[in-house]
């Protein structure tokens, strides 16, 4: 065949392949971030699939259902040729991750493989603009025939999740067509965006507690995993108009140096594009720090990946603005100005703003990212293979060797949850098939065993081991810097197992591969969290269970008989995570609860309906008055000067002085109120209790932010029946509480050495105060919560103190 003839059917093969795919605006009706409109999930997911029908460039491909059961999607996204063999190239890449190539395989595989590079878009759904951009990026990788496209579908697959939150992104496109054009346009939605977290839903990465979160770990950890994943979110500091990295200190330790220079490395390709695309309000080291574990972009940092994190501005939905120099503020929260260049920020000195912008931006971000990975690839496959192989090593010549969970648990059943997370994170997992001796001790038959010497060894020990947050401070006296999430989450102590650190070699031949580790069967036994399921198992069938006077629990003989929980808890009209989590401890351990809202504290009919109130985390002031009237002017999202949205009418308010009284009245009448967090301050304030708040971290210097401290359990109370007398909580805010007079104190801070791990000041103060409280009040009683025992669903270590909490309410005793 002629050059000339060959030239001639590749120029008719793409004006065929380009006449046959449809743009994004056709398929919509308007263009992606089109002022006012909003696509949903069905606008989304079916232009991919008029993608896949029209090219070979793309696969789409379902993984997995939402919490709701709406289907989720990847989309493989690469030339024709690297989709015919990506099962070649897919298994290719799972030898370099998981460090199994020899070196002179590896070598090959660098030269001749692909680098995949994840993008995702969705999480936040409130953060409207990012799946918009979905469609778009999609339509440019298939039909785009410049070269630098053409040079990445050559050398890259692009693993592109659309919309990760299905349920979320329908409920913000619908909510917003609702409001579109009213005087509540900009009105936030009353409810949690995903089932049970809501924004929580990407602080999920390394507990697995979300269906979502499952599916998507899945991809990401076990069969795709990406040398480079790109995480889109929308919040930078006003008024820059995209957050790129470098992220801002502390780095945690634990992260492969390389991996955080190769972030620099993308960071510093994306800021360079947009500074040749002459994009301005670029904004990097402020905000978004490298420390903490647990979020979308930054746990694939522990796992060799390079985690990318952008924040790009946003406006209400899709509704624009525009910003005249005057409203931009001069300095940053960290001094640096706005309208001048720096090292690193290069300024955005106001214009038109809305959705279309945002997703222009990101889709620099996104060519940037394709570019560098498609310029360099063997550097990228390399570097998967070499971090590997290195962690592996060095979990074979230094300490830790290993961690032994051995089956003598005070929880056995949390234990294997905690294993099975563990794995679900890809962490490998053994079992002694015989005892095993290190040095002086013997762990026995049956101890699970966790080699340090494993691809991801970093993800490994940053859970196993406690954090030592740095004092990071502006200049030698100035305050600590606070981290963006939270300082402590040593995934043991949170969940109350006992694992052992091993810092001596041993030998390992009777240990054997456990691909996943088996649920523990329910026990009734108070220490075990199972037998809150079992409890519920035996009260379905009608069989009674109670617990003795020192709180063992047992079919017969009891001191207290359990019955079916007869439990509501308040829901407002805002999006309380809180509750959110709450909902999904109950619906874990199969305890049935009534969500009640303002309209029905109004009436008096619910209180005979209920034994127990449960109040989530909230401060008195929004439980009482929730959202007002006052409406709000337009303006930015992440500008703090801007108004508060207007809400609906039926959204307007709390529980209200009547609500109030509702409430006083219930437990005084024999009800049992739960408070959590913030919320314990209602019935300091508003009830004649013999409990006091003694602490705010602005009177007393206190500070807690989110940190894993030490704790005592008064374990005769019912309420601590099943804790171990030393426990360690969650704390992140909330009331430290001095009880009088008939008021208990059931868990206090410990009275020496408070910090188990993260950062905590100021702990003087609060040494052996008390932090879960109970006060009898007339015929009822008052549990006041100063931490949440059920934070994210990550502290199995304390959900016994509010399980206990709920099932007393409804206990008789005999």
Not at 101 to 116: L, N
Not at 218 to 247: C, D, G, S, T
Not at 538 to 561: H, I, K
Not at 667 to 674: A, D, I, K, M, Q
Request: a neutral charge; proline letters at 7%; hydrophobic letters at 40%.
């Amino acid at each position: 065949m002629s050059p000339r003839i060959a030239l001639s059917l590749f120029l008719s093969a793409i004006f065929a392949l380009s006449a046959t795919v449809p743009a994004p605006k056709d398929h919509l009706g308007y263009e992606p971030g089109a002022d006012y409109k909003l696509a949903d999930y069905n606008d989304i997911i079916t232009y991919f699939q008029k993608l896949e029908q029209a090219s070979p460039r793309i696969r789409l491909q379902q993984y997995g259902r939402t919490s709701s059961g709406k289907p989720m999607y990847v989309a493989l996204i690469s030339s024709e040729e690297n989709l015919r063999n990506l099962a070649k190239y897919k298994e290719m890449n799972r030898r370099m991750a998981l460090g199994l190539a020899a070196k002179d395989e590896a070598e090959s595989i660098a030269k001749q493989g692909k680098v995949f590079v994840w993008i995702d878009a969705g999480m936040h759904s409130s953060e409207a603009a990012c799946p918009q951009g979905s469609p778009e990026l999609a339509y440019r990788m298939v039909t785009g025939e410049n070269e630098e496209l053409r040079r990445i579908r050559d050398k890259v697959i692009l693993v592109h999740v659309p919309v990760t939150n299905p349920d979320g992104q329908d409920m913000i496109a619908h909510w917003f067509r609702k409001n579109v054009g009213t005087p509540y346009q900009e009105a936030s939605l009353p409810e949690l965006y995903q089932k049970y977290a809501g924004h929580d839903n990407n602080r999920d990465w390394y507990m697995f507690n979300l269906e979502e979160t499952r599916h998507t770990g899945k991809l990401l950890f076990q069969e795709w995993f990406p040398q480079i994943m790109y995480n889109q979110h929308q919040a930078p500091a006003f008024p820059a108009r995209i957050f790129v990295p470098p992220y801002a200190e502390p780095l945690n330790p634990t992260i492969p140096r390389e991996v955080m220079e190769g972030i620099n490395l993308i960071g510093s390709a994306m800021r360079e594009r947009f500074a040749g695309e002459g994009k301005g309000g670029v904004l990097s080291y402020l905000g978004f720090d490298g420390w903490w574990n647990g979020g979308l972009r930054s746990t694939p940092a522990f796992h060799n990946m390079h985690g990318i994190l952008t924040e790009t501005a946003m406006q209400p939905y899709a509704i624009p603005k525009d910003y005249k120099l005057s409203d931009l503020p001069d300095r940053f929260s960290n001094g640096v100005p706005t309208k001048q260049p720096t090292i690193f920020y290069s300024p955005w000195l106001g214009g038109h703003w809305g959705a279309r912008d945002a997703v222009e931006y990101m889709l620099t971000a996104d060519m940037a990212i394709l570019n560098l990975a498609a310029v360099m690839p063997s550097h990228w496959i390399q570097k998967a293979w070499t971090l590997a192989v290195k962690n592996i090593e060095l979990g074979k010549t230094a300490a830790p060797f290993a961690y032994v969970v051995p089956p003598d648990q005070w929880d056995r059943w949390t234990a294997n949850e905690m294993l099975r997370r563990l794995q679900l994170g890809a962490v490998q997992v053994e079992q002694a098939k015989a005892d095993i001796r290190v040095g002086e001790k013997t762990y026995p038959a049956g101890s699970y065993v966790i080699r340090a010497a494993q691809p991801f060894r970093s993800y490994l020990v940053d859970l196993m081991e406690p954090q030592n947050y740095p004092e990071l401070r502006t200049g030698t006296t100035g305050p600590t810097k606070r981290p963006y999430d939270v300082a402590g989450w040593t995934l043991p102590m949170q969940m109350g197992v006992r694992v052992e650190r091993i810092n001596d070699r041993f030998d390992t031949s009777s240990l054997a591969s456990v691909p996943e580790v088996p649920r523990a069967p329910y026990a009734l036994d108070s220490r075990d969290n199972s037998s809150f399921l079992k409890i519920a198992e035996l009260l379905a069938a009608g069989r009674p269970v109670g617990w003795t006077a020192d709180g063992r629990l047992v079919e017969s003989g009891f001191s207290w008989q359990l019955g079916k929980p007869r439990l509501a808890v308040y829901k407002p009209y805002t999006a309380n995570m809180d509750l959110g989590w709450t909902e999904w401890l109950l619906d874990e351990f199969k305890i049935p609860y009534t969500v009640l809202t303002n309209a029905d504290f109004q009436q008096p009919g619910w209180k005979s309906r209920f034994d127990t109130l449960l109040l989530a985390h909230q401060t008195p002031d929004s439980i009482l008055h929730g959202l007002r009237e006052d409406g709000a002017e337009d303006g930015d999202m992440n500008n703090p000067n801007r108004g508060r949205p207007r809400p609906r009418p039926e959204h307007v308010g709390g529980i209200g002085a009547q609500g109030l009284a509702q409430v006083e009245q219930f437990v005084r009448e024999g009800g049992t109120l739960l408070t959590l967090g913030s919320a314990s301050d209602l019935p300091m304030q508003f009830l004649p209790i013999p409990v006091k708040g003694i602490t705010r971290s602005s009177e007393t210097g206190f500070y807690s932010p989110g940190s894993l401290l030490r704790a005592t359990v008064d374990t005769s109370n019912p309420i601590g029946f099943g804790m171990p007398k030393d426990a360690i909580v969650f704390a992140s805010g909330g009331p430290v509480m001095e009880t009088h007079g008939a008021a208990k104190s059931i868990v206090n801070f410990a009275r020496k050495e408070l910090l188990a791990s993260g950062w905590v000041s100021g702990e003087r103060t609060v040494l052996g105060k008390s932090i879960l409280a109970e006060s009898v009040y007339g015929k009822g009683r008052v549990v006041l919560y100063g931490f949440r025992p059920q934070h994210r669903g990550q502290s199995f270590g304390t959900f016994k103190l509010l399980l206990n909490a709920i099932y007393l309410g409804s206990a008789r005793r005999q």
